[in-house]
């Protein structure tokens, strides 16, 4: 179990902040402050780690989480993380994403127990995009300046910036829109 906190002023979500108590583990961020995470208890002497997400540009080269598994998602989300996953790199996890057979055996793309995790491997580096397809303000908005703060970028899958999405795209500055191009195609709005 987690918590998420997420504070608004208006429609920005000015800090966000995320505890696993199972992970050991917090990570927060405030507007112009930066993202940071810290090991649970925190000994005093221990400062917070500084997140920064990858230098990533190519999404040949990028490894991207996606979440849940295709026998979860509907055909066209199965289509998108499909589309997505044949111009990665890799994906976590590693799956065949047309498959719709039982998701029972698949794990989530971090140790965590959350679909939040998958933002937060964006904020500290650990991979360059996540995908989440299907969620709620209370997945999302603690997560936006997390990973902003760390450098990356949020929006829904039509670019927009909304805590209210049902799905999210958190990823490296540089792929995000190159991943939204992607997405766009695979859902009949873009260029072929």
């Known amino acids: 179990m987690g918590q998420l906190i997420g504070l608004a002023d208006g429609d920005?979500?000015?800090?966000?902040?995320?505890t696993a108590p199972a992970c050991g583990q917090r990570w927060w961020a405030v507007r112009e402050s930066?993202?940071?995470?810290?090991?649970?208890p925190r000994a005093?002497?221990?400062?917070?780690?500084?997140?920064?997400?990858?230098?990533?540009?190519?999404?040949?080269?990028?490894?991207i989480g996606?979440?849940?598994p295709p026998a979860r998602l509907t055909p066209r989300d199965r289509r998108l993380a499909a589309g997505l996953a044949a111009r990665a790199r890799a994906t976590v996890p590693a799956v065949d994403w047309h498959d719709t057979t039982s998701s029972a055996a698949v794990r989530k793309p971090s140790t965590g127990s959350g679909t939040c995790h998958g933002a937060l491997l964006v904020a500290t580096g650990q991979i360059d995009a996540f995908l989440l397809l299907g969620a709620g303000p209370w997945d999302i908005a603690a997560l936006i300046p997390i990973v902003e703060e760390a450098g990356g970028a949020y929006s829904d899958l039509s670019g927009h910036r909304s805590d209210g999405a049902r799905s999210a795209l958190f990823s490296a500055f540089a792929l995000h829109q190159?991943?939204?191009d992607v997405i766009a195609?695979?859902?009949?709005?873009g260029p072929g």
């Open 66 to 68: 996606i979440w849940p």
């Open 44 to 63: 005093p002497a221990v400062p917070p780690t500084r997140l920064a997400v990858t230098a990533a540009t190519e999404l040949r080269d990028a490894t």
């Open 34 to 40: 930066g993202a940071w995470a810290a090991t649970l």
């Open 12 to 18: 920005d979500v000015g800090l966000g902040m995320v």
């Open 185 to 189: 195609v695979g859902s009949g709005r």
């Open 178 to 180: 190159r991943i939204l």
